[in-house]
Structure formats: C-alpha cells, structure tokens
C-alpha cells in the first residue's frame, strides 16, 4: 500500500504525540529497592491477531512500522476505528502485531468517549467489547478490551539487577507533592527494552507537577504466584 509524503509525516509526528514521553532525567539508583525513572503518558494500542488482521486490512497485508517504540512494541501506520455505538468513535494505532490473540488497551479517555464502563485492567478477566473497522472490513470482538493501567516498564537487566520479577508489586512517589500513586501498579519485564519507563495515565500523569522531575518508584515484594 502507498503512502504519501503527507501520510507519513503525519505518522511520524502521531507517534510522537503517542509517546507524548517527559523529559526527565534518565534513571539513577538509590537503594536497592528504589529507582528513578522517567514516566510517559499511556495511549491506546490495538494488538491484531492474524486471522482478525487481514479482515481488517486484506489477505497478505504487511504491516508499515512507523516507530520501534519506546516501550518494545512497534509502532504501525496502520490504524483502526473502534465503535460503541452512535458518535462514540476512537481511532487506534496498531502495535506489535500479528499477535496470538487480539488485545486493546485503551486509557481512560477513549474509555470514556466510546462510553465502555466494563473495562478490566489489563490480565484481569474477559475484556470488554467493542467494533472495529479498517479500509478492508469490520468485526466485532465480544471481549479483549482493557483498561491500560499504570505499570513499570523495566529492561531484563534492570530487572534482575533490582531482584524483581513479572508482576511484582511496586509503590510510586511523586516528589513534587510527596504523595503516593493509588492504587499500587506492575512491573513488565521486556527483553526488549533498553530503558526503565513508568507509563501512566491521564489522572496520573497530570498529578506530576513538574514532568522534568523524577519520578521516584519503591518496589514492593514479589506478588505470589497464581494459585498459591
């Protein structure tokens, strides 16, 4: 598929505001269980699977990747619309697929335009539902929709540095107000990622009075396994 001079640069320039990323320092260890990040705020991404992929977009279709991502997840021209019901309509940039299954984690402002109330955070239950819509088709998914929750990104090597694993428990401090992010967030492990990012969301991310400051996250003890 062609683009244009216009449509890439204006890829280029949603990336960017996707990413929408503070310029804080980059991180510094204090204690062993205590480091510095730098945050970026939280936008909605649709992960396809295969089958759901060329419906949307036609048998073969190669994805164009516009980013690699700051997060490990590239980035593609590629966008859908998602729909739920009359006039409630957000448009979403495809990332890191074909995926096993089809997953999409929204912030809370695509939330509230597409009016979806039911939203689990992200692992936790079904998933809401919700239509979507490419140049080649349309589907409706009755599930996979999910609240994107604030997290720590963390590089293996980080990881294992600090003694953390995939889902243990971590505690955020914002040091222009001395308050304590609620409710308590996830560590992410990627092999993939080169730097230690906190992702928030809207009401997070506007509580940073100072988004050049540090953000300051203290690790909790690992969470338990499943069943245990």
Known sequence: ???????????VLD??????VSSAPRRAYGSARTLTVRAMRAAPRVVLSQAHLEQLFGAGHRLTVASPGLLGEPLHLERVTLSAGPRREVK?????SPSPVTRI???QSALTTLDIRNAPARGHGEGAGVALSGPK??????????RAGVRLVLPVGVARKLGVAENTVAEVSLPASGETLDPALYVEVRPNVVESWLVL????????MDPTAPVVV????P???PGS
């Open 201 to 208: 969301d809207s009401p997070h991310w506007e509580r940073i």
């Open 218 to 221: 203290r690790l909790g003890p």
């Open 15 to 20: 990336a960017r505001r996707d990413a929408e």
């Open 137 to 146: 088709g349309a589907l409706v998914i009755p599930d996979g929709v999910f």
């Open 105 to 107: 984690h929204l912030p």
């Open 92 to 96: 979403v940039r495809v990332c890191a």
């Open 223 to 225: 969470s338990a396994p």
């Open 1 to 11: 598929m062609t683009r244009t001079a216009e449509e890439m640069r204006e890829a």
